[in-house]
């Protein structure tokens, strides 16, 4: 192959490789962000604790690293925690502002036993965890 014809066949084959590496991925494939595996939040038990039923707990995920809430109104929120060890505590009450994400706890190991507490029964919105 003379030099020309082999620049010529370079040139080609790296123009290919650079479209092919910004090709963006498709959406079927992207990853589950954190607040699109948000559930929803109508209301709490007697107690004004969330989930409302059974079970009356639920389990971090992967998906989150924090247990995130966004509800329609301005609320302070508690989480409480069960340790494979047994027992049970809860954070400090925090305020979460109506209609922005806002942090009921951080830095949560997946597979970790949660409920919230608010400080009211009526809670609309969603929780992201």
């Known amino acids: 192959m003379n030099r020309r014809k082999m620049i010529a066949v370079?040139?080609?084959?790296?123009?290919?490789?650079?479209?092919?590496?910004?090709?963006?991925?498709?959406p079927?494939?992207?990853?589950?962000?954190?607040?699109?595996?948000?559930?929803?939040?109508?209301?709490?038990?007697d107690n004004w604790h969330w989930p409302a039923s059974d079970p009356n707990y639920r389990y971090t995920t992967s998906y989150c690293n924090d247990i995130n809430v966004k509800i329609t109104t301005t609320v302070?929120?508690?989480?409480c925690f069960?340790?494979?060890?047994g027992g049970y505590y809860c954070?400090?009450?925090?305020?979460?502002?109506a209609n922005t994400w806002g942090?009921?706890?951080?830095?949560?190991?997946d597979g970790t036993k949660f409920w919230l507490v608010f400080n009211t029964s009526q809670v609309r919105g969603l929780v992201a965890y």
């Open 10 to 26: 370079t040139a080609a084959a790296s123009a290919v490789a650079g479209v092919l590496l910004l090709a963006p991925a498709s």
């Open 28 to 45: 079927a494939s992207a990853a589950t962000s954190c607040y699109d595996s948000a559930k929803s939040i109508t209301g709490t038990d």
């Open 82 to 85: 069960e340790p494979s060890s």
């Open 91 to 97: 954070n400090s009450m925090r305020t979460v502002y």
């Open 76 to 79: 302070k929120v508690q989480t």
């Open 103 to 109: 942090l009921a706890a951080t830095d949560v190991k």
